[in-house]
């Protein structure tokens, strides 16, 4: 069993390598809860429905976030009505956040929901949300005080200088039934997809029963870089590390993460970070990252998977 | 000021009429919330989004509610993530639904929505809606036992033999402060419009502080008859008519009314029922009352409105 640590378009690009490469019985896709949020009175899980419409086929490609061939007649309405209108809604798109706050409402835990969700959409692979019960990141900036993330992070598009951040919920949130068991069981390896360091990454590894387990470990972690000849792919991960003083290369974020990762795949680009990290005392594999193909998320896939079995065998450097 | 009483289709229609006769000081629409219901966790309110939709010029002409150029996109990814799609919701319409139950749940009443609703649609004329608190539809059926509306009208498209209705929650509804001015205030006239008598009008009826307002009324009730020809122009007033036992014609929609109706407006295929309800001891007008263009509207508003006002004078037959 290899378990996926995955945030939105990077891991979810990823996680279809991957699906590619590993049958559903070996292979687990934990999804960032943490910028989830309540907007209209609609429960949002956007990284979850990233991960989704990803698996199945049908994202869309341009906008990086909500299904391809979305029309967005609903937003025009609500626009004109006088509703908020700085989160997109899509027409399709609804569909999936009327349905989950429905859900929601009667008891059904978002776990259930997204198996119901998923299975709706013939994704076969156990794709689990880090959390049952809500965990939502903050965002701590120097003006404008502490954000909600979707405020942070759309509305604002993340233009106030960060601080830190806090995942709130994160130590007792209430871990899936399904994700538990896994937690239990033996494990090959984790494998962080390359998300976001701070807001898709850290609040999964942030969930209480998450961390103890990481903590405890016999097998060992790899990681995908997020950052690429010193910018993110996407996203605001190499402005975050700049504000917060890290280096915003695939050296800086190895030394974010530390011990928690004993194996590093990072870009051909960045193939002279190699030996700095292999001195901070990690395992690295250079080799293509970009996922611009579904054809190339599968072949990096392979060789994660294939570095993470050559790394089975060794001591993990928290276990050492 | 001349109150107006009206249902969805029917009322919409006289409804336009009679706002291009009269300012909006002298018009008040009151709309029936007895068939809102919540759906997918959305407060749907069908009636005063038809009355809404006619009054702006963006109702569906085809399909008699909902939204002219309206797209489907949301109900078709619901129906197939597995969600109940019998109610069929627009995509435009929806952000209707969503911003009502948004404020709803922020504890702002149904009338401030309404108003809110309105303005942004530009209409001038006062809407109100019956009750701020919920007033519910119960149908009873020969077979199915009691049945929500919304269950009977759409979902099993009115088939049952229907044997009575209640309206729980009507004895006791919270009337909007509005309206409850226009209670005490001077009032010429109220014009029930031709909506469905037992599904439209009677709830509004059935309010506490609306039946008992009529109750000692000094201004005359006037009513545009729903039945023309032995038949409802549209929905299913007759049906109902015939299996309570009453006779679906006009003649049989103003003895249902009784006392509480002192001058009918019929149509002209019904002249030969003018004697009969004259002699039931109403008056009559007898004049087009079929709907449906915009001018025949206000043709019917111009003559309700006159009539209205020659039988301000006179008596009501329950102050006589």
Chains 1, 2 share one sequence.
Not at 253 to 268: E, M, N, Q, S
């Amino acid at each position: 069993m290899i378990v996926a640590l995955a945030g939105g378009v990077g891991g979810a690009r990823l996680a279809v390598g991957l699906t590619a490469v590993l049958p559903p019985s070996e292979l687990t896709i934990v999804v960032n809860t943490a910028d989830d949020f309540e907007h209209h009175g609609l429960s949002i899980s956007p990284d979850l429905d990233t991960v989704m419409y990803t698996l199945a086929g049908i994202a869309n490609p341009v906008l990086g976030w909500g299904r391809a061939d979305e029309t967005w007649n609903f937003m025009s309405v609500l626009g004109a009505l006088g509703g908020e209108s700085w989160f997109r809604l899509g027409d399709r798109d609804l569909a999936v956040h009327v349905l989950r706050t429905e859900l929601l409402r009667k008891g059904v835990p978002l776990s259930e929901i997204t198996r119901r969700l998923m299975s709706r959409l013939a994704i076969e692979h156990p794709v689990i949300p880090m959390s049952d019960s809500p965990v939502r990141t903050r965002v701590r900036t120097s003006e404008g005080g502490e954000l909600a993330f979707q405020d942070y992070f759309v509305r604002l598009q993340c233009k106030p200088r960060v601080t830190g951040f806090r995942f709130a919920g994160s130590r007792k949130a209430h871990v899936p039934p399904e994700l538990r068991r896994i937690l239990q069981g033996p494990v090959e390896a984790v494998v962080i997809c390359p998300s976001n360091p701070y807001v898709s990454v850290a609040p999964i590894l942030s969930v209480g029963a998450i961390r103890t387990w990481l903590r405890k470990r016999t097998f060992p972690v790899l990681a995908v870089s997020p950052i690429v000849g010193g910018n993110a792919i996407k996203g605001p991960a190499a402005k975050m590390m700049r504000e917060l003083g890290a280096d915003s290369t695939a050296l800086g974020v190895a030394r974010h993460y530390g011990d928690l990762v004993d194996g590093w795949v990072i870009d051909k680009a960045d193939e002279k970070l190699q030996r700095p990290i292999e001195r901070e005392g990690r395992s690295v594999l250079v080799t293509d990252t970009i996922m611009k193909t579904r054809a190339r998320s599968v072949a990096l896939a392979k060789r994660v998977v294939e570095f993470a079995r050559s790394q089975a065998g060794h001591s993990p450097s928290t276990a050492s």
